[in-house]
């Protein structure tokens, strides 16, 4: 049996976060970045039906000759999009080998690939935290839904502004740039992933036009369900694999 020591400071939670070094906690513009690109997806995402909604609720004559409304339209609409928004937020991973706001995206983090890579050829990984708990949900994650939650309140009515009269403007220009961050840093809302190829990288919330995409995203999403980590490993240990023997000593056998 091999053994790769790590000892780093994995385990930190909630309890000691706001004391610790390593942990940077998101800032506003990070958060207001995710909390829009969340809520195009949403929007998005219902927006794929003809559903109509009945406004009728008397038996007179009068009411009934109220027109249907577009579910798409409704006020029901905008409810729903919004009052789980940030739990959708709990999704993300923390990925520490990335700079500025593309360190927060869906999917497992390169350093844990290759961690939970070198789990699965037999390599014992012995780290401050147990094995079990490598996908507990981050500090910084569990941090910028508590933001969300309150971004969401002191902004409702912005976004029900741009829902009903400015859905041709772009959320995050709206939101972000013009109402949350007006006066503040706004540099993180230019930061874009390009990573590289098959990497998982924040959710866009458009649309998907060819059949490939939407295949691969799907793909890429099975792989990483509920898995959740965060910290930041040398990449030397990326070499580790290759040092792996593909047979056991003869003293084993």
Same mark, same amino acid.
């Given at each position: 049996?091999?053994?790769?020591? %790590?000892?780093?400071?994995?385990?930190?939670?909630?309890?000691?976060?706001?004391?610790?070094?390593?942990?940077?906690?998101? !800032?506003?513009?990070?958060?207001?970045?995710?909390?829009?690109?969340?809520?195009?997806?949403?929007?998005?995402?219902?927006?794929?039906?003809?559903?109509?909604?009945?406004?009728?609720?008397?038996?007179?004559?009068?009411?009934?000759?109220?027109? $249907?409304? $577009?579910?798409?339209?409704?006020?029901?609409?905008?409810?729903?999009?919004?009052?789980?928004?940030?739990?959708?937020?709990?999704?993300?991973?923390?990925?520490?080998?990335?700079?500025?706001?593309?360190?927060?995206?869906?999917?497992?983090?390169?350093?844990?690939?290759?961690?939970?890579?070198?789990?699965?050829?037999?390599?014992?990984?012995?780290?401050?935290?147990?094995?079990?708990?490598?996908?507990?949900?981050?500090?910084?994650?569990?941090?910028?839904?508590?933001?969300?939650? %309150?971004?969401?309140?002191?902004?409702?009515? %912005?976004?029900?502004?741009?829902?009903?009269?400015?859905?041709?403007?772009?959320?995050?220009?709206?939101?972000?740039?013009?109402?949350?961050?007006?006066?503040?840093?706004?540099?993180?809302?230019?930061?874009?992933?390009?990573?590289?190829?098959?990497?998982?990288?924040?959710?866009?919330?458009?649309?998907?036009?060819?059949?490939?995409?939407?295949?691969?995203? $799907?793909?890429?999403?099975?792989?990483?369900?509920?898995?959740?980590? !965060?910290?930041?490993?040398?990449?030397?240990?990326?070499?580790?694999?290759?040092?792996?023997?593909?047979?056991?000593?003869?003293?084993?056998?």
């Amino acid at each position: 049996m091999w053994f790769l020591l %790590v000892f780093l400071p994995l385990g930190m939670r909630l309890a000691d976060a706001a004391d610790s070094e390593w942990v940077h906690l998101p !800032n506003k513009c990070e958060v207001c970045k995710y909390v829009a690109v969340e809520l195009k997806s949403s929007f998005e995402e219902t927006s794929r039906t003809r559903e109509m909604i009945d406004t009728r609720y008397g038996f007179l004559d009068a009411d009934k000759k109220q027109k $249907k409304i $577009k579910y798409t339209n409704s006020d029901i609409r905008l409810i729903e999009v919004t009052e789980n928004l940030c739990e959708r937020l709990l999704d993300y991973n923390l990925h520490k080998e990335r700079a500025g706001s593309n360190r927060f995206a869906k999917g497992m983090s390169e350093t844990f690939q290759t961690l939970h890579h070198l789990v699965h050829k037999g390599v014992k990984v012995v780290m401050d935290i147990p094995y079990e708990l490598w996908n507990e949900t981050s500090a910084e994650v569990a941090d910028m839904k508590k933001q969300c939650d %309150v971004m969401m309140e002191e902004f409702e009515d %912005v976004i029900e502004d741009w829902y009903r009269h400015h859905q041709q403007d772009d959320l995050t220009d709206f939101l972000c740039a013009k109402h949350v961050l007006k006066g503040h840093d706004q540099s993180c809302l230019s930061e874009k992933w390009s990573g590289k190829k098959g990497d998982p990288g924040p959710s866009s919330g458009k649309k998907k036009n060819k059949k490939g995409e939407k295949k691969k995203s $799907k793909k890429v999403a099975k792989d990483s369900t509920g898995e959740r980590n !965060n910290g930041a490993i040398p990449e030397k240990l990326k070499a580790l694999e290759t040092q792996i023997p593909q047979s056991r000593p003869s003293d084993e056998l």
